[in-house]
């Protein structure tokens, strides 16, 4: 969730290539591409997407991924 945050899309990439899941949530239910969605990392979302990530996903508040961009 932090290398979304921070757009280091290198570093998804390798956390991606390493098993990481994509749909993990935080305690508010934000995953790694809702955070890149809502803070405008376009290659960390088009990463996250490309290789699966859940876009149906809701935060605790029933916000997705593309309410959040």
């Known amino acids: 969730m932090e ?4 757009g ?3 570093v998804v990439v390798e956390l991606v290539k390493g098993g990481a899941n994509l749909d993990l949530q ?3 239910g934000e995953s790694a591409l ?3 969605a809502r803070l405008g990392k376009t290659d960390v ?3 996250l997407v490309k290789e699966g990530a859940n876009l149906d996903l809701q935060n605790k508040y029933g916000d997705s ?3 959040e961009a």
């Open 65 to 67: 991924a593309l309410m």
């Open 3 to 6: 290398a979304a945050y921070y």
């Open 26 to 28: 935080n305690k508010d």
């Open 8 to 10: 280091e899309t290198d």
């Open 34 to 36: 809702m955070e890149a």
């Open 45 to 47: 979302v088009v990463e």
